[in-house]
């Protein structure tokens, strides 16, 4: 039911190419939206986790840096104490030209001195501050008790001494004691190491390309001052979860709202080991805005967005075409038989069903479709001959089937119905003619002997022979019908006058009195015959006229058979 709409008909479907190449769009359509959700959830997830490890990678490359060149300090003081030169210094010239290379080898040491047990330098790289007064200082007091490093700190008095430049002066000191060769300390040897060092380091971390991406590295003291980073943050305090994380000796990288409000991807480790007294605890935290980290994954998916968009076009135009091009022989078969079905409608010739080789299947179906339209064309034909031959018969049959109905059937003469149809034509010919007619009513004499004698097969034959005898005697236009039995009539048209009928009548006697000549025997017969004649202005109908001849056949009988006689004129108008 679904398949009609409410007037009956079919519903109209969509063409197969159309319905291919909309099939091809969804599916193309639906990949692409596919591909976005994939790139979404693992590109974009995948790029963002990459951003991650990218920066934990360089706080770790920052931690190790740092590490490195805060063990070189602790190394090379270590060092320095251990050589003769400075153990056994009893002059500080001795001990000058060692802290002169050490500082030479390494520039960022701004100050390198050896402070005797009193606090006063004895000795310095370049001779700076030498005889000043360190023994407030926190390296002195701290050197005392072994190798020890101190923290990021300014330094009024070097400060002052040191050439000025854009950063101001900030060192982190390494200090150890000095001691004779029979192990009694006599002094505390210090290194003052610029901060520049770790800024340099970051500099160099920080290439063209992470800066362009906004990477930032931020060196944090563990009472959560920033020691190194962006502009304006130095010397500040920090309050972040990459920074706790990493206080809490943890390494990795997390998304988190930095104070400015925006949303970064940190990368957090730490320096030094807890504990030891040589090293130093820092934070080392990379970030980047996550904006920035995310860009070219957001590029990508844009790209592939469009790629997608495109390829989706052009895979759509391609399978329209195709679709066109594989469906156009069905295409042309349907059009075919929806032209063939509108000729049958309208009547007009139908056309023909096109021979198609396009493909295969195509080819198969227009073969057969071929091969039905000419079978039906033949069918059609054959059925139409059939029918023809069928109403001819009928036709054919109707008349034979009329001729029986006006014939009598052991004969062949004209029967009753057809003497009924015979008469009044030939009484309104009297009228018209002005010429008489008459009607001779004949019975054989004694016939039921010959059926009981001779069977009644033979008394057919004699029915047979008596009545071509009659025809005979009668002109060709003259009717012989047989009533009934051995009753039979002839009705003789355009006499001169009733004298005619009788001469006539008699003259037919002698030919019924012939044997008959049957199969098993001869007999001889007579016949009793009236006659009524119909002159023109005759009132009587055919009832009458027949009744007039049958009475006087009935005459004849009575008055002993074999005669003929004339019956009473009818009674005129
Ligand atoms: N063989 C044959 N006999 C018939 C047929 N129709 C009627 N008869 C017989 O014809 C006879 C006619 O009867 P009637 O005319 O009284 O017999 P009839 O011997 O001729 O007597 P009359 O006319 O008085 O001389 C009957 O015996 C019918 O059985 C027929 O088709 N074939």
Known sequence: MKNKTETGQPRKRLRLATLVTLGVCATVALSTALQLALVDHFATNYAGKEAELRLQQLSWQMRDSLNRV???????????????????ARDPAAAR??????????????????????????????????????????WFKAGQGGLRTIDYHPALL????????????????????????????????????????????????????????????????????????????????????????????????????????????????????????????????????????????????????????????????????????????????????????????EGQPLPEVPAIDGFREAQVLSRAMRDMVHSEARHVDLLQTMNEQLESTVARRTAELEQLVMRDVLTGLPNRRALMQALPAAMARVTRMRQPCAVLFLDLDGFKNVNDTHGHEEGDELLRQFGQRIVGAVRRTDTVARLAGDEFVAILENLSDA???????????????????????????????????????????????????????????RGGKNNVVMAAAAAPV
């Not at 805060?70 to 056994?88: F, M």
């Not at 005797?116 to 200082?137: C, I, M, P, T, Y």
């Not at 790629?307 to 329209?320: D, K, T």
């Not at 016949?527 to 009587?540: F, K, L, N, R, V």
């Open 158 to 345: 070097l400060g002052k001494l040191l050439p000025q430049a854009a950063d101001p002066w900030r060192f982190i000191d390494v200090a150890a004691p000095v001691r004779r060769a029979d192990g009694q300390p006599w002094g505390v040897l210090g290194v003052h190491m610029s901060w520049n060092w770790a800024r340099r380091l970051a500099r160099n971390l920080l290439t063209p390309a992470l800066r362009e991406y906004g990477a930032e590295i931020l060196v944090v003291r563990n009472d959560a001052t920033v020691l190194l980073g962006p502009v304006g943050m130095e010397e500040k305090k920090l309050n972040t979860n990459s920074l706790q994380l990493a206080q809490a000796g943890q390494t990795g990288a997390i998304r988190e709202t930095w104070p400015d409000g925006k949303v970064y991807l940190t990368g957090y480790s730490q320096t030094g080991q807890s504990g030891d007294t040589a090293t130093l605890q820092w934070s080392v935290l990379v970030r980047q805005p996550e904006q920035v980290a995310m860009a070219a994954s957001r590029q990508l998916e844009q790209l592939i967005l469009w790629l997608s968009v495109a390829a989706g076009a052009a895979m759509a135009l391609v399978a329209a075409f195709l679709a066109r091009r594989l469906t156009r022989p069905m295409d042309r078969l349907s059009r075919t038989i929806e032209q063939r079905a509108k000729a049958v409608e």
């Open 499 to 557: 004298a005619a009928a009788e001469e006539m009548g008699r003259k037919i006697m002698p030919l019924l009195r012939e044997p008959f000549v049957l199969k098993t025997a001869t007999v001889n017969l007579s016949a009793s015959i009236g006659i009524a004649i119909h002159q023109p202005g005759d009132a009587e109908d055919l009832d009458a006229l027949l009744a007039r001849a049958d009475r006087a056949m009935y005459e004849a009988k």
């Open 70 to 88: 805060v063990s070189k300090a602790a190394g090379d003081v270590q060092l320095v104490t251990a050589l003769a030169q400075v153990r056994e």
């Open 97 to 138: 030209a060692v802290l002169d290379s050490l500082q030479d080898s390494f520039p960022d040491y701004a100050w390198i001195g050896i402070a005797g047990q009193d606090g006063k330098v004895f000795a310095s790289a370049h001779g700076l501050l030498e005889n000043a007064d360190v023994s407030a200082r926190p």
